[in-house]
């Protein structure tokens, strides 16, 4: 059974912290580029991290860089986005989703990860006082 499971979303007040997971069963993360997405209501859909498998770098969008962080645990086969100091604008449905052995790029401040195999089902993250 292929899954990307998301967890770890939930309510904070401004300022407060929350470390997402995403677990993964019948593939091996190690192999794939992972991409973390949100989708806030009225918006589209934009990539806030990555954590690449083809040079291994780790990349952020303009509206993370320095509050978010992308790590890896391969012995749990599981990715997980430390967000700190959470704004209200960060308030969204967070994917994560992998894509087999592709780079991520940085556009106009947006990641972003083509080819992508698996897509998670999303956890909510509502940021407010």
């Known amino acids: 059974q292929v899954q990307l499971v998301e967890s770890g979303g939930g309510l904070v007040q401004p300022g407060g912290s929350l470390r997402l997971s995403c677990a993964a069963s019948?593939?091996?993360?190690?192999?794939?580029?992972i991409g973390w997405f949100r989708q806030a209501p009225g918006k589209e859909r934009e990539g806030v991290s990555c954590s690449s498998t083809s040079d291994g770098s780790l990349r952020y969008a303009d509206s993370v860089k320095g509050r978010f962080t992308i790590s890896r645990d391969s012995a749990k086969n599981t990715v997980y986005l430390q967000m700190n100091s959470l704004k209200p604008e960060d308030t969204a449905v967070y994917y994560c989703?992998?894509?087999?052995?592709?780079?991520?790029?940085?556009?106009?401040?947006?990641?972003?990860?083509?080819?992508?195999?698996?897509w998670g089902k999303g956890t909510p993250v509502t940021v407010s006082s």
């Open positions: 989703a992998a894509a087999l052995k592709r780079a991520c790029t940085v556009v106009g401040g947006e990641v972003f990860v083509t080819g992508i195999d698996y």
């Open positions: 019948g593939f091996t993360l190690n192999y794939y580029t």
